[in-house]
């Protein structure tokens, strides 16, 4: 009897009802990643993307910052529609009930941070810098302060600049909190968490200016690096469609992308870890009395692994590349972390998708009831999650679907940045990017899909 893979986590059932055999889908990984590498040198250098040799290699991307060129009428629009979801947050968070179940905050948080801002800016770009409450903070930081802002014109700029760490360690200490406190879910810490991220952001804005804001808001950047494999632009002051490919030819990456990147496809795998019997029998008794302290040791370990994989998977194609003439000139790694920003945006959905569904019809309940005293303003405070509104099979083809997406994503967002910088060198090296896929595909499916 062969061993059969459950594909969807937490213990659903697979693609037949009776499970799939593991075999057959890291088969077709490998298959798919294969055929890819094949076709793609096929097509040769002369298919890559128009827009990829106009892209610079140092992070920064064709076109402008997302809703500086909307018209005035739409940019205060949303920059209000994002202030007042802040203020939101935090007036719920700190006067609504200190128990998650009657406080919608903690569902808002984490649908919010993990699957609707990375989710959403592969379908519809780059939305969040649009309503970022705190770029709006600190565009009126500098007006009071008579600072003319002097914020980068175009996306992604600034990734080598010497904070390129910060976003990253914001999000990192958003999982730590959500998954290594025992009560780090509810809505008093919650909110902490997210009063002291606004205090940082003010408190840059006032000393570094909008600038460093943009480049260290954590939803922002993350959302930017996303949005470069997503059919839809921001140009102009219109809101357009494009092919994923041109807009992963014309985002180039460094260091802050790829932090942003591998600390999201790190805190998810992190999530699977810590459920493990093996890392609770890693932690051993320790785990019980310094559980926090062991939480960030698997947190920082998890996150480390990604970067390492990574890495040596970028310096192998470097390798090859000198081998044969090519020059570099900036790491490779950092380069190709856009292609994997769509893995990453996918990871936490692929790995949550009926937990997404049931949060989703919990947080349109406790909407009518944000302060927990009774209320019912829309009708829905009595409403109860449908655990089963889409079937086991349903939802494991969307999994698929989505965990295929990305893999093709990598896959032709990694060949039009290796043409960018090695021409036809890179028909020797797209083995690295296969190999990525590989990678990529296999641990998706051994630790997010329960196999």
Do not use: K
């Not at 937490?10 to 076709?39: I, K, M, N, R, S």
């Not at 090519?326 to 009926?354: F, K, M, N, R, Y």
């Amino acid at each position: 009897m062969p061993r059969v893979s459950l594909v969807l986590a937490h213990g659903a059932e697979g693609l037949t009802g009776d499970g799939v055999p593991a075999g057959v889908l890291y088969g077709a990984v490998l298959v798919g990643v294969v055929l890819g590498v094949v076709g793609l040198r096929a097509r040769g250098t002369s298919s890559a993307a128009p827009t990829v040799a106009a892209a610079s290699i140092d992070g920064t991307e064709v076109g402008p910052w997302p809703g500086d060129e909307l018209p005035a009428a739409a940019r205060v629009a949303g920059q209000s529609l994002g202030l007042a979801a802040l203020v939101l947050a935090l007036v719920v968070g700190w006067g609504g009930s200190p128990l998650s179940g009657l406080n919608p905050l903690p569902l808002a948080m984490i649908a919010v941070v993990w699957w609707a801002v990375p989710a959403l800016a592969l379908l519809l770009g780059d939305w969040w810098r649009v309503i970022d409450p705190y770029d709006a903070l600190a565009a009126g930081i500098d007006r009071m302060r008579g600072r003319t802002s002097d914020a980068p014109t175009t996306t992604g700029a600034d990734d080598e600049a010497d904070d390129w760490w910060v976003p990253a360690v914001l999000l990192a200490s958003f999982a730590w909190l959500t998954t290594g406190w025992i009560d780090g879910q509810d809505p008093r810490p919650l909110v902490a968490w997210l009063t002291a991220l606004t205090a940082l952001m003010v408190g840059g804005a006032l000393v570094a200016g909008r600038p460093w804001v943009r480049r260290s808001s954590p939803m922002a950047v993350l959302c930017g690096v996303v949005a470069g494999g997503s059919p839809v632009r921001w140009d102009g002051g219109r809101v357009g469609l494009r092919s994923p490919r041109l807009g992963l030819a014309a985002r180039a990456g460094g260091r802050r992308t790829l932090a942003v990147v591998v600390t999201l496809i790190g805190a998810t795998l992190w999530e699977v870890v810590a459920g493990s019997a093996w890392w609770a029998d890693l932690a051993g008794g320790a785990a019980t009395s310094a559980t926090p302290w062991w939480a960030l040791f698997g947190l920082a370990a998890t996150i480390g692994a990604v970067a390492l994989a990574w890495w040596a998977l970028a310096r192998l194609g470097e390798i090859a590349a000198l081998a044969r003439g090519a020059t570099l000139a900036e790491p490779l790694a950092g380069d190709l972390a856009v292609a994997l920003a769509g893995c990453a945006a996918v990871a936490p959905i692929v790995h949550q998708l009926s937990t997404f569904l049931v949060y989703v019809q919990d947080l349109v309940a406790m909407s009518s009831d944000p302060f927990g005293r009774g209320a019912n303003v829309f009708g829905t405070a009595r409403w109860r999650a449908d655990e089963t509104l889409i079937s086991a099979a349903t939802a494991n083809w969307i999994q698929l679907g989505l965990l295929g997406a990305a893999l093709a994503l990598l896959m032709v967002g990694g060949w039009d940045r290796l043409v960018a910088r090695f021409d036809r060198v890179a028909l020797d090296v797209v083995w690295s990017v296969g190999a990525a896929a590989v990678l990529v595909g296999v641990v998706y499916l051994r630790y997010l899909l329960g196999a």
